[in-house]
Each structure stands twice: as structure tokens, then as C-alpha cells.
């Protein structure tokens, strides 16, 4: 199985800033790597697919990279809405699909 | 508007049974799998499995194989997920979702969710 795991498990950060979350896969991936925001007691949200596509509807504030084993999302300035808790998911081994352990984003 | 509406909200008893159902509408089902992803209270998500509601190919996570069973009715737009003897580690909250792809054979991501069915077992 590929494992997923995110860095940091928990981020405390302030309205403005800027933030990035690492993913890593235990192999190789390629770029099937997808983003979601969770918010308490809702479904999760997709935010970017392919590694670095923003889905439709997502503020341009988020963005991804990476390819491989090693993945980031950024949020480049924190709105009060983005504290979530923010997972990746690997789709390479389809129909094997994992998530990593999920980043929990709070307010500083 | 495409959505999934899950079934509502469960409490059993340890060796009961149990499905429930994810109806999808605004889309035609036939041409989506659907994924079903755990959430134990408190913790991350798991992938359980995934069916093509077209000729119902069932994929399921080695952790669910023999666990659960997925199906779909094709007819009337809906997946379920069964146990056939419920455990109290079962509790949890269970969403379907719609799997996207793109020019590729695997998928990109799951762009649409249900709302989740919270099961609650306990004796």
C-alpha cells in the first residue's frame, strides 16, 4: 500500500499568513495527488487535483505543487474561513486510494 | 444540481445489520464510480471501496474486503453499503462520494460528497 504522510499533524497560524502543508508519499505517485478542506461535522471539499489544478470554485489563494513523492498545498494569506482540517489523497494506485493522516489548521 | 443524498442517521446493536443508501441526481450515475470513505470519530478519512453504478465493478480497500459489501441499483440512481453483523468499531460517519477523471485511466479526485450517515453501535 502507498502510505501518505502530512507534515505538520497541526499548524497554529494567524489571519494574513502564509502557510504550506507537505504531503509524502512512501513511492512514487506521479501527479495523482488531490487536496481537500474539511471543516467540523461537514463532508470534505476537493481543492486541487493533478497535484497543482485548482478545482472549480476554489479561491486562487490555494494552490499546489509536486510530483512524485513529495507534494505541498499553500494558502497564500489565510482567510477566517480556511481554518479546516486539510488531507491528501493519492489516486495512483487506483483503485487503491489513500489519505494521508489529515493537517489540523487552527488560529493562532 | 448534482448532489448525493445519503440515508439518515443509524443506531444498532452489536450484531445487527445495516445499509444504507447514497442517491445521486443532476448527473447521469452511470458514468461515475462511487467511492465510500470512513471517518471514525475524531480521526482521518479511509477509502473503503468504489463501484461503477453502470455494470456494478466493485473495488474494495484491502482493509474492507470481506467487511462490507457495496452495491448500486442503476435503475433508480443509488449505491448502498451493507454489514451484515455490525461491531461496535463500525461507529462512525460514512460518505459517498463521485469520482472525477480526466483523460486518464485513473481518477483525479472525488469532486462530489454526500452529507454523511452517522452510524452509532452500542449495546
Known amino acids: 500500500d502507498i502510505q501518505l504522510t502530512q507534515s505538520p499533524s497541526f499548524l497554529s497560524a494567524s489571519v494574513g499568513d502564509r502557510v504550506t502543508i507537505t504531503c509524502r508519499a512512501s513511492?512514487?505517485?506521479?501527479?495523482?495527488l488531490a487536496w481537500y478542506q474539511q471543516k467540523p461535522g461537514k463532508a470534505p471539499k476537493l481543492l486541487i487535483y493533478?497535484?497543482?489544478t485548482l478545482h472549480s470554485g476554489v479561491p486562487t489563494r490555494f494552490s499546489g505543487s509536486g510530483s512524485g513523492t513529495e507534494f505541498t498545498l499553500t494558502i497564500s494569506s489565510l482567510q477566517p474561513e480556511d481554518f479546516a482540517t486539510y488531507y491528501c489523497?493519492?489516486?495512483?494506485?487506483?483503485?487503491?486510494?489513500?489519505f494521508g493522516q489529515g493537517t489540523r489548521l487552527e488560529i493562532k | 444540481e448534482v448532489q448525493l443524498v445519503q440515508s439518515g442517521a443509524e443506531v444498532k446493536k452489536p450484531g445487527e445489520s445495516l445499509k444504507m443508501s447514497c442517491k445521486g441526481s443532476?448527473?447521469?450515475?452511470?458514468?461515475?464510480?462511487i467511492g465510500w470513505v470512513r471517518q471514525r470519530p475524531g480521526t482521518g478519512l479511509e477509502s473503503m471501496g468504489i463501484?461503477?453504478?453502470?455494470?456494478?465493478?466493485?473495488?474494495?480497500s484491502p482493509s474492507f474486503q470481506g467487511q462490507v459489501t457495496i452495491s448500486a441499483d442503476k435503475s433508480i440512481s443509488t449505491a448502498y453499503l451493507q454489514w451484515s453483523s455490525l461491531k461496535a468499531s463500525d461507529s462512525a460517519v460514512y460518505y459517498c462520494?463521485?469520482?472525477?477523471f480526466g483523460l486518464g485511466s485513473r481518477p483525479h479526485g472525488m469532486d462530489v460528497w454526500g452529507r454523511g450517515t452517522t452510524v452509532t453501535v452500542s449495546s
Open positions: 443532476g448527473y447521469d450515475f452511470t458514468n461515475y464510480w
Open positions: 513511492q512514487g505517485i506521479t501527479s495523482y
Open positions: 463501484i461503477q453504478p453502470g455494470d456494478s465493478d466493485t473495488r474494495y
Open positions: 462520494a463521485r469520482l472525477v
Open positions: 493533478a497535484a497543482s
Open positions: 489523497q493519492q489516486l495512483n494506485s487506483y483503485p487503491l486510494i489513500t
